[in-house]
């Protein structure tokens, strides 16, 4: 199961997240979970990095399949709009039926 962790202030601003685990839905290269909560995250954080100004910190250990991402609480707009995006279709995934044993979405105050 892909485990899934976003980081959000009391007040709910994104500042973070962690993706890890293989989602076990299929084979490896026929995993359409995977194959979606990849192509989501590589969005993300590709436009973090290349459409907004803010400092953004990226982990990656593929032999793991983990991903961390860290942004500071004081984030531009564009940034906060990307990291609720990202959390709206893996939330959006997990309410599939049919993917819901295959991704954990939790979210945690920091």
Do not use: W
């Not at 194959?35 to 459409?51: C, D, P, Q």
């Not at 942004?71 to 039926?97: F, N, P, T």
Request: hydrophobic share 40%; with cysteine; charged share 30%.
């Amino acid at each position: 199961m892909t485990k899934v962790t976003f980081f959000q202030t009391e007040e709910g601003i994104p500042v973070g997240f962690d993706i890890y685990d293989h989602s076990g839905y299929a084979e490896e290269g026929s995993d359409i979970v995977c194959a979606a909560i990849s192509a989501l995250t590589a969005t993300t954080v590709n436009a973090l990095e290349r459409l907004t100004e803010d400092p953004v910190q990226v982990e990656q250990d593929e032999k793991n399949a983990r991903v961390s991402v860290r942004i500071s609480r004081d984030h531009s707009e564009k940034a906060d709009v990307l990291l609720r995006s990202l959390a709206q279709g893996l939330s959006d995934l997990e309410a599939v039926e049919s993917y819901r044993d295959f991704i954990d979405l939790v979210f945690e105050e920091v």
